[in-house]
């Protein structure tokens, strides 16, 4: 997979990143149509319907949906902002094209990830486009509101894992076992770590030890100065990220690279998080670390995309 990814960043980055400007209502429903498709081919892995099989391929549509609603969103915002700090036209508008997303994603796929991923990206761009912070607020309010209503009436796993954060050390062979293991694995890592390959709490302890929890087994076998060095490299480039939106010829590629920085970052940020026993335990992977051939492959076209705005930067004197 990781050829196909390398290919599909080359050939992006050699794609003018405006062409998506006059489809991105296609894209839109394109990737409202590959969400639905779980319907007709979807597949169940650990509970949740989240793959599509074609027999001979399966992919994850809702790591497709991630980067066509930023480019959706990064057109449409462009196309009002004369309009953006409108409640009704600037906020309000922007919103309703969410639902139909959220309803598919969280509600029939059961994905709370990957429809906060999806979310906050569209928030982030209706802020960067111009948004009133005083819109944005009231959303988060309403939205903070509407998570906490539904895990104390649903309860479940969720509710768990939240509680189990909470206090990991309470119930270490059940619900705290994922973050209890995760962090035995970083303490035994470590200022230099075991040596790579060396790890042991990969093997039958650590869950998802090649997805979810693999900065744990980086953390084991590279240490404190290996953890620092992918931090670092991470922070490097969401530097260059930000670099690239501000330089970007228009308002469409600004807003758009800004946009697939801010995923990857959030990626990072909840990944290393969860891995850190900082956060509930959630189903999100490090961004070019985890395994998983459909994630990897659009990260690294986003990679590409990123190229070609940065090579289509403005002229500065």
């Not at 690239?244 to 920085?261: E, R």
């Not at 994630?295 to 930067?313: C, E, F, H, P, Y």
Request: aromatic share 14%.
């Amino acid at each position: 997979m990781q050829q196909f990814g390398l290919v599909a960043m080359v050939v992006l980055s050699k794609v003018d990143y405006r062409i998506y400007e006059k489809y991105y209502k296609i894209i839109y429903w394109i990737c409202l149509a590959l969400l639905a498709s779980i319907f007709l081919f979807g597949t169940s892995a650990q509970g949740a319907t989240r793959w599509v099989n074609l027999g001979f391929v399966s992919f994850q549509p809702s790591e497709i949906a991630k980067v066509g609603i930023i480019i959706f969103y990064a057109e449409y915002l462009t196309r009002r902002k004369e309009k953006i700090k409108d409640f009704k036209e600037g906020f309000l508008k922007p919103l309703i094209w969410l639902i139909p997303v959220v309803v598919i994603v969280f509600v029939f796929q059961n994905h709370l990830s990957a429809t906060f991923l999806i979310c906050a990206s569209a928030v982030i761009l209706m802020f960067m486009a111009g948004c009133k912070i005083k819109h944005l607020l009231l959303l988060g309010v309403v939205g903070i509101g509407a998570v906490l209503f539904y895990l104390i009436e649903t309860g479940g796993f969720r509710f768990e894992r939240i509680l189990s954060f909470l206090n990991p050390w309470a119930d270490t062979a059940d619900t705290g076992w994922q973050t209890v293991q995760s962090l035995y694995a970083i303490g035994s890592g470590g200022l230099f770590g075991a040596g790579l390959g060396a790890s042991k709490q990969k093997y039958l302890y650590i869950p998802e030890p090649h997805n979810d929890f693999i900065f744990a087994v980086l953390a084991e076998e590279l240490g404190f100065i290996g953890c620092a060095v992918v931090i670092l490299l991470f922070a490097v480039f969401v530097w260059r990220g930000i670099v690239t939106a501000i330089n970007a010829k228009d308002m469409f590629g600004s807003l758009l690279a800004i946009g697939i920085t801010s995923l990857i970052a959030m990626e990072v940020i909840i990944n290393i998080a969860v891995v850190t026993a900082s956060m509930p335990v959630t189903g999100m992977p490090l961004p070019f670390f985890s395994y998983g051939g459909t994630a990897l492959i659009i990260q690294l076209s986003t990679v590409g995309i990123l190229l070609n705005i940065s090579k289509n930067r403005k002229q500065t004197e």
